[in-house]
């Protein structure tokens, strides 16, 4: 099949989703799920395969998937997220899968109404779809809404299904709620699925652990894709809780929030504090730097029972040395990961930053 013809294909592909009626999905909902109710909008292909990854870095289950990822992942903000930035990104995703690097997370609000992170992501896949896991989101809380969202990140990521399609950001039971009511986002993930568009189905957060337990409860997710650092204990915990839950349902786990944005490391210098007051993450103001290295930073969440963990970069060559710490991993001890949580102590609030702010 020629170029031409493929892009023909993924395009007639893309448009075959949304012919479903809403008595079908409703169906599936009320517990038809899996029982051939929904047409196949097109098989999909093989697991993607990385040949680097094995050699890489040590790789991990993806839960039940069947999927082996490697521990370290490049996740779809920083560089990825910034505007009219292709030449940086590109190069930062080329050589991520070059390096080994099997999986990418991303998401329909990364980078604005533009979607710049699904846009860089896009111009890679166009040509190495293949190699990638490749994970995407919706914020959206209804069917209609998750599924126009969708529809719009696989024409950006230039993709005919996802390997990954998660509830973003679920941090309260307002927001558990909305997504499981009738007309909700749960049944446009259910209908992608049985359609065929996506091959799993997950939820993110890093709030608090409380929704996040009661989804896991409701349904049973593939993946969770959870915010878990070095200072997690100290507030709000997600690793008390609802990790064990999560391995316990043999999910996939996803870390991320690793570096806190800089947060928790040492070597971060503080931005003014007036800048910050305008920033995501000035819910807490920070006036020094972190604690610990990224090492450490690293090694104390992938000593937990996660399956890999997602972390932006700036650079091709920030990219390079989280990579040369994956490829070096080693288990922290007991006594390690206690004396990091108390090196993190004094910086909790603001390595923790996206647990603090008001939400409904």
Not at 132 to 161: G, N, P
Not at 219 to 228: K, R
Not at 250 to 277: D, N, Y
Request: charged share 20%; with cysteine.
């Amino acid at each position: 099949m020629s170029s031409d013809e493929q892009e023909k294909q993924i395009n007639h592909n893309r448009r075959q989703f949304l012919k479903t009626g809403g008595a079908v999905t409703a169906a599936l909902v009320t517990g038809a799920a899996g029982s051939g109710l929904v047409p196949s909008a097109h098989a999909l292909p093989s697991l993607p395969s990385n040949p680097v990854t094995p050699n890489a870095m040590p790789t991990r289950n993806l839960g039940k998937t069947g999927y082996r990822v490697g521990v370290f992942s490049l996740g779809g903000q920083a560089a990825l997220e910034r505007p009219n930035n292709e030449d940086v990104s590109v190069a930062i995703i080329n050589r991520a899968l070059d390096l080994g690097v099997n999986y990418l997370d991303t998401s329909s609000i990364y980078g604005g109404p533009d979607r710049w992170s699904e846009q860089y992501l896009g111009k890679v896949m166009k040509t190495r779809r293949v190699e990638a896991f490749l994970a995407s989101k919706t914020k959206e809380r209804t069917r209609d809404a998750s599924l126009q969202m969708i529809e719009k990140s696989l024409k950006l990521l230039q993709t005919d299904h996802l390997d990954l399609w998660q509830l973003h950001d679920i941090g309260t039971m307002t927001d558990v709620n909305e997504v499981f009511a009738k007309g909700g986002a749960m049944e446009a993930l259910m209908e992608m699925r049985d359609q065929k568009v996506v091959r799993y189905l997950g939820f993110t957060g890093h709030y608090r652990p409380d929704a996040l337990i009661e989804c896991i409860h409701r349904y049973p997710f593939d993946t969770v894709l959870m915010a878990l650092n070095a200072a997690d204990p100290h507030q709000f915990s997600f690793r008390d809780q609802l990790l064990p839950l999560a391995v316990e349902k043999q999910m996939g786990i996803i870390g991320m929030k690793i570096p806190a944005r800089g947060r928790i490391l040492s070597t971060w210098t503080p931005p003014p504090i007036e800048e910050q007051k305008h920033s995501w993450e000035g819910m807490v103001l920070a006036p020094n730097p972190g604690t610990i290295t990224m090492r450490e930073a690293l090694y104390y969440t992938l000593s937990h029972p996660v399956s890999t963990v997602i972390i932006g970069c700036d650079s091709v060559a920030q990219l390079e040395e989280n990579v040369s710490l994956a490829r070096q991993y080693t288990p922290l001890s007991g006594s390690q990961m206690a004396s990091l949580e108390a090196k993190t102590e004094p910086v909790a609030s603001q390595a923790l930053f996206f647990r603090h702010y008001d939400r409904a």
